[in-house]
């Protein structure tokens, strides 16, 4: 688990809306998300490939995750877990991927 996510004020609505970002956090932090999103990274994907999408869309309600404000907070979100709890640097912003719910996502490497 990594530090606490502070959301940047332009995320700061939605993360208090019913406890959203507070929730989505937690699922991130989660150790077993983490070694997913680490993976993803490793194999030359964004992070976010790492997300299983239909487990988040069926834990959230689907039409608030699949608001863009609330996938970019889940964007940043991943990269405050990359960056600060886990010692990966941006590699490449905005790299399109195939997923049901981001269409592209930043890709991270260790820091040397």
Not at 49 to 70: E, P
């Amino acid at each position: 688990m990594t530090q606490e996510y502070i959301p940047a004020s332009f995320y700061a609505k939605v993360y208090k809306a019913n406890n959203l970002g507070r929730n989505l956090w937690n699922y991130l932090d989660d150790p077993t998300i983490i070694a997913k999103l680490i993976a993803a990274t490793n194999a030359g994907n964004p992070a976010v490939a790492g997300i299983d999408t239909t487990d988040l869309l069926n834990r959230f309600d689907n039409h608030l995750i699949r608001q863009d404000l609330v996938k970019k907070m889940i964007g940043d979100m991943v990269g405050h877990i990359m960056m600060v709890g886990n010692e990966f640097e941006i590699e490449k912003q905005d790299v399109p991927f195939k997923s049901n719910l981001f269409s592209k996502g930043t890709c991270y490497r260790g820091r040397e």
